[in-house]
């Protein structure tokens, strides 16, 4: 089967196989994907890991990584804020190692849960 056939077959909605995807996707004119730095850090590691996202819709998932990434962000910073340890002083030096810890933990969290996972 040539290209323009795949193509046709793709655009009726039917059923590619694999390598058909493969095909279609080399005479299509692929799109370029922006993604955040988590969602970046995902496609790396799923890539070193050998997995072939050939038939998965991998920009959505990628996107969804970011925004989970942001949401479990903004909901440990908010916890983590209020914490005694992590309460400003007024000391600027301070402040500023306390921000960076709250940073650093939330970096880690979200690596370990939603990255290299």
């Known amino acids: ?57 991998l920009p959505e998932y990628l996107h969804g990584i970011d925004r989970q990434a942001d949401e479990l962000y903004e909901i440990m910073y908010a916890k983590l804020s209020k914490d005694e340890r992590y309460k400003r002083t007024g000391n600027f030096m301070e402040d500023y190692r306390r921000q960076t810890e709250i940073q650093s933990l939330i970096e880690e969290e979200i690596l370990n849960e939603l990255v290299y996972v």
């Open 1 to 57: 089967m040539n290209a323009q056939e795949i193509i046709a077959k793709a655009d009726r909605g039917e059923g590619l196989t694999v390598e058909e995807i493969k095909v279609y996707r080399q005479a299509v004119k692929p799109v370029k994907h922006t993604y955040g730095k988590y969602g970046t850090l995902k496609r790396q590691y799923l890539e070193e890991r050998g997995i072939d996202w050939t038939i998965a819709d």
